[in-house]
């Protein structure tokens, strides 16, 4: 049996065009801030990132413009911009005490 790759059947995730960092369905680009007029399509798979590092946090960014807020539970957290706007947003990390 020939097993052909075949990539019409990856995912594809969207890429910033500015810092290639993945941003999904965002207007602006949370690590950049970049408006998400430039971006690139990529295979799923090929953007997987580092799984070693320090246990995942919680952090809450609260947007200093518009006041989006959004959290994440990342063990290496970059996001910095505000996915709506693109302006700059505050990151605190939440702890259980
Ligand atoms: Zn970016
Ligand atoms: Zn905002």
Known sequence: ????????????????GRCREIIGDDKYCRYCGAEASDVK????????RCVYGPPPAE???????????WS???MIDNER?????????????????
């Open 59 to 69: 952090r809450k960014h609260t947007c200093t413009a518009c006041g989006y807020t």
């Open 72 to 74: 994440t539970m990342l």
């Open 41 to 48: 399509y990529e295979p799923a798979d090929d953007v997987i």
């Open 81 to 97: 911009y505000c996915p709506e706007c693109g302006s700059e947003a505050a990151v605190e990390e939440i702890t259980d005490d």
């Open 1 to 16: 049996m020939k097993r052909r790759k075949d990539n019409s059947s990856k995912a594809l995730v969207r890429i910033c």
